[in-house]
């Protein structure tokens, strides 16, 4: 069974910097490309930042680009987000994803129906 479990989140000031972890039960984890998703308060849920299974790529969504960094750790099976700069609009809750598309991927990184596991999610505030 695949778990996704997401930490780091918290209170933090505008100006300030988070790094969020996600740790990944998964045994081929090397093969799955992960996705970092979050959903604001009535709103939809939104990309935020991919990487490729190989860590060769990444993808960012342009309201956290130069800001936001993603990384993985195939040896811990984590993937990370750095969150430096953080504005009062990146208030949301954070969730990892792991996809197991490969060709597709740069492609549809950014639609969350490409995602086959989902963490529980991680809670970011950011006050003005």
């Known amino acids: 069974q695949v778990q996704l479990v997401e930490s780091g989140g918290g209170l933090v000031q505008a100006g300030d910097s988070l790094r969020l972890s996600c740790a990944a039960s998964?045994?081929?984890?090397?093969?799955?490309?992960m996705g970092w998703f979050r959903q604001a308060p009535g709103k939809e849920r939104e990309f935020v930042a991919a990487?490729?299974?190989?860590?060769?790529?990444?993808y960012y969504a342009d309201s956290v680009k130069g800001r936001f960094t993603i990384s993985r750790d195939n040896t811990k099976n984590t993937v990370y987000l750095q969150m430096n700069n953080l504005k009062p609009e990146d208030t949301a809750v954070y969730y990892c994803?792991?996809?197991?598309?490969?060709?597709?991927?740069?492609?549809?990184?950014?639609?969350?129906?490409?995602?086959?596991?989902w963490g529980q999610g991680t809670q970011v505030t950011v006050s003005s």
């Open positions: 998964i045994r081929t984890y090397n093969t799955y490309s």
């Open positions: 990487i490729k299974w190989s860590g060769t790529n990444t």
């Open positions: 994803a792991a996809s197991l598309t490969q060709a597709l991927f740069s492609s549809y990184y950014f639609r969350s129906n490409i995602y086959d596991y």
